[in-house]
């Protein structure tokens, strides 16, 4: 069964504070994903990693950045959240065809 | 990335009713996924399509890739309370997924 984790389902931060999101897939999947859902602007893809170490920018990356220093793990960092960055955080692994997402954390910078 | 056309933006029904929704896109996709999103939760896949003109079940829903591979449809067969949620649209090429805004089905009893 597929499966992908994410460290936390929600999370409360202050602004200026640094955020760590955790994204764990049991698959061997060499391609992950985050988004980010927000009502009315629907999934936005924050930035992605196709192998170790390698990471490309999606449409909004600004404010982020990710890590990915084994396979089945791929983090997300807000270097100094902001309330605009609440939102519904989603991670997503591949495989050729298909994709598959996280339970997804809910992020609620005051 | 590129926004899917998805219809209808939302619908209510009757329990025990067929329902369809589509994609369409400007754009050629090698494959055509279906997610439906509970309120809270993560998307989860519902179909895959891998090539034009396929229709493909799962349980009491049907997909089908669009001839053209730039639309796709889903339809969910005698409706129940359980099927309520956010159904969405993605076409995909290599790595990247491009979305529909989402459906929202509501169910009346």
């Known amino acids: 069964d597929v499966k992908v984790t994410q460290s936390s389902r929600y999370l409360v931060k202050r602004t200026g504070e640094k955020v760590f999101l955790e994204c764990v897939q049991d698959m061997d999947h060499e391609n992950m994903f985050w988004y980010r859902q927000d009502p009315g602007l629907g999934l936005r893809l924050i930035y992605f990693s196709y192998d170790v170490k390698m990471k490309e920018k999606g449409d909004i990356p600004e404010g982020y950045s990710v890590s990915r220093e084994k396979k089945e793990r791929f983090s997300l960092i807000l270097e100094s959240a902001s309330t605009n960055q609440t939102s519904m955080y989603l991670c997503?692994?591949?495989?050729?065809?298909?994709?598959?997402f996280g339970p997804g954390t809910r992020l609620t910078v005051t | 990335g590129q926004q899917l056309n998805q219809s209808p933006q939302s619908m209510f029904i009757q329990e025990g009713e067929d329902v369809s929704m589509n994609c369409t896109s400007s754009s050629i996709f090698n494959t055509w996924l279906w997610y439906k999103q509970d309120p809270g939760e993560g998307p989860v896949l519902l179909i895959a399509l891998y090539k034009a003109g396929e229709l493909t079940s799962n349980g009491r829903l049907t997909a089908q890739f669009g001839i053209t591979r730039k639309d796709s449809f889903l339809n969910i067969s005698a409706s129940i309370p359980s099927d309520v949620g956010i159904y969405f649209c993605a076409g995909k090429n290599d790595y990247k997924l491009s979305f529909g805004a989402g459906t929202t089905v509501t169910v009346r009893a």
């Open positions: 997503a692994s591949n495989l050729p065809y298909e994709q598959y």
